[in-house]
């Protein structure tokens, strides 16, 4: 019975874990559409999933992030995968990953990889030129 209670405990963490990642990865396709919108906001977000703005950060707070790291992870996936994979223009790549200026997304690109995107788009496609 001890064992069993264990074993049930941590399944029932487990499952909590799972419904979390569902939740955030939700969330991320939800975004990936606003900032097509160029609505990334947390109110157009909230609306998104049914959820009232100050609900959605206290359930952002409770899964150990919030909406600007939520945000911030989200942009920073993209930028690379589309740095990497793709000979999309920079300046689209910026806007298609939501910034509004050609400095902020390489100030945070570069907080992000420690390179620039130029730099980076170069290093990745050489590493794999058949991508």
């Known amino acids: 019975p001890e064992l069993l209670a264990v074993h049930e405990k941590l399944a029932l963490q487990k499952m909590a874990d799972l419904a979390r990642q569902d939740f955030l990865l939700t969330l991320e396709r939800e975004l ?6 160029g609505d990334a906001s947390v109110d157009a977000l909230a609306a998104r999933v049914g959820r009232k703005p100050r609900a959605l950060r206290a359930e ?14 989200y942009r920073e996936r993209l930028s690379r995968r589309l ?14 990953t939501g910034f509004s200026e050609p400095a902020a997304f390489t100030r945070a690109f570069k907080r992000w990889t420690g390179e620039t995107p130029s730099a980076y788009r170069k290093r990745k496609q050489s590493e794999n030129p058949d991508s």
Do not use: H
């Open 60 to 73: 952002l707070d409770e899964a150990g992030t919030s909406f600007k790291q939520l945000l911030a992870g």
């Open 32 to 37: 990936g559409s606003l900032l097509e919108q």
């Open 83 to 96: 740095l990497a994979r793709t000979q999309e223009p920079i300046d689209q790549i910026l806007y298609l």
